[in-house]
């Protein structure tokens, strides 16, 4: 947000060579994942009053940008693009056009060419869980669900649509997790929450 808009940037993985790569100071944006071939990147572009959605690919060599999706009927949030390339995962709703309202708000996955998105299949039609994360083969989609203060984490098979309990803690909240590179291992932060009532006098 340097330059007073929220933009993509590009620099070298010792902090240097720092490339403004979107320029575009009606719109907020967010990265949601690379190409395989790290040659695009994909992200996600709202306008500032919130009236547009859009997925647009930016080609780090050429610099030319493209839509992959937009539609003025559905607020759409959270994208992440498989690390395959394969398929994108988010979060959206229908707006009703006279109201401005959304209904509650899905999970879904659509497949991914490249250049446009497929029809979406619905995950979840509550979003009941929330740290949405792709295993590192593309196949499946990890996320977790909370109960109170207690959470576990849930495996989806996108192929099967088949949902697995991998964790059974049953204790306390997972704050953050991250997958292995070889999908055999996933580290976990988890910890208790805390809530007190606090009496202030004047």
């Known amino acids: 947000t340097r330059n007073g808009s929220q933009d993509i940037w590009r620099m070298d993985s010792d902090g240097g060579n720092e490339v403004q790569l979107t320029k575009t100071p009606q719109f907020i944006e967010y990265i949601c994942g690379m190409s395989p071939d790290f040659k695009n990147i994909v992200y996600r572009q709202q306008s500032i ?9 930016l080609n780090l060599e050429t610099g030319q940008t493209k839509t992959i ?15 395959d390339g394969k398929n994108m995962l988010y979060i959206s709703a229908p707006i009703d056009i006279q109201s401005g309202q959304m209904p509650q708000m899905s ?31 593309g196949k499946s989609l ?3 669900e909370n109960s109170g203060d207690n959470s576990d984490l849930f495996k989806f098979d996108i192929e099967s649509g088949k949902i697995t309990k991998v ?4 204790l306390e909240t997972i704050f953050r997790y991250v997958v292995s590179v070889n999908n055999k291992k996933i580290y976990l932060v988890r910890g208790n929450i805390s809530k007190e009532a606090v009496l202030i006098k004047n």
């Open 49 to 57: 009053d919130n009236s547009k959605v859009m997925l647009e690919s």
């Open 69 to 83: 999706w937009q539609d003025e009927k559905v607020y759409m949030q959270s994208a992440i693009l498989s690390p």
């Open 107 to 137: 999970l879904s996955i659509a497949s991914f060419d490249g250049i446009n998105l497929g029809e979406p299949k619905v995950i979840q039609k509550t979003i009941s869980g929330n740290l949405f994360r792709f295993t590192n083969d």
């Open 142 to 144: 990890l996320y977790v």
């Open 167 to 170: 964790t059974n803690f049953n």
